[in-house]
């Protein structure tokens, strides 16, 4: 399972207003550079090219649930399935959550896959969000 | 049904993002929105839970629809829902709502990956 990395903005940007995490849209997007910590909007990333059955600037995540339990806030998506068709898409190993709705495309967390990973025509890779652990909690 | 109460989640959230890119948005607005947000996804919830027997915890669990229906090499994988409970870390899963409720009834959950 790929790992979770949190973006230092994020924390600042959720005390802030700049994120709702039940309304806003969310979005996928794959990249084969590595994000670092450091890295606060979208524009900051070097996103793989398009085509192919990838969408410049990712794929929405549909927010399954947003809400706390015991005072432990967890935000749960659905998966997000890319699929190459008509040809390869590009390779990739990072995909990086973050906010499109937000004005600056705030970045939330990426996820490493560890390798470089090729999707060829036909093929997909889906971004599988644990449902039970969120992709993130504030507690 | 299940697709029309998606479609509401779906409409409440592009007039959300629409209001939300404004150059001077209305915070009544946005919160309106917000809230049907909620409101119809927990409808969703609602819908494909349905018959769900509350978690150990005491909380009720939620549904959705984790995966969607996908081809992968020419072999379709159909949708995958989930029964949650959001408060711990227990899920059970099934190709249609139904069979996702009669797995999270019968304690057949998801396997947590070893640590």
């Known amino acids: ?139 | 049904m299940l697709d029309q109460l998606t479609e509401s989640v779906e409409r409440a959230t592009v007039e959300y993002n629409a209001e939300s890119t404004k150059d001077a948005p209305s915070k009544s607005k946005l919160d309106e929105l917000s809230a049907r947000i909620k409101s119809a996804r927990k409808a969703v919830s609602d819908h494909i839970a349905s018959g769900a027997n509350p978690c150990k915890c005491g909380a009720s669990p939620i549904g959705y629809r984790k995966t969607e229906a996908y081809m992968h090499r020419g072999q379709p994988f159909a949708a995958v829902y989930s029964i949650l409970c959001v408060g711990c870390t227990i899920d059970a899963r099934g190709n249609t709502p139904e069979e996702a409720v009669k797995r999270w009834n019968a304690g057949k959950l998801t396997p947590r990956p070893q640590q």
């Open chain 1, 1 to 139: 399972m790929a790992t979770f990395n949190k973006f230092n903005c994020f924390t600042e940007d959720v005390a802030e207003k700049v994120h709702n995490l039940g309304a806003d849209t969310l979005k996928v997007l794959l990249t084969l550079t590595a994000p670092v910590a450091t890295n606060s909007v979208k524009a900051d990333l070097t996103e793989i090219a398009s085509g192919n059955g990838y969408t410049a600037g990712g794929t929405a995540a549909s927010i399954s649930s947003s809400a706390q339990t015991s005072g432990t806030y967890k935000l749960v998506l659905a998966d997000v399935v890319f699929t190459a068709s008509g040809g390869a898409i590009a390779n990739c190993r990072y995909a990086v959550l973050y906010n499109d709705t937000s004005a600056s495309d705030s970045l939330i967390g990426w996820f490493d896959y560890a390798s470089t990973l090729t999707i060829a025509n036909g093929e997909t890779l889906t971004w599988d969000a644990d449902p039970s652990t969120g992709v993130l909690t504030i507690a």
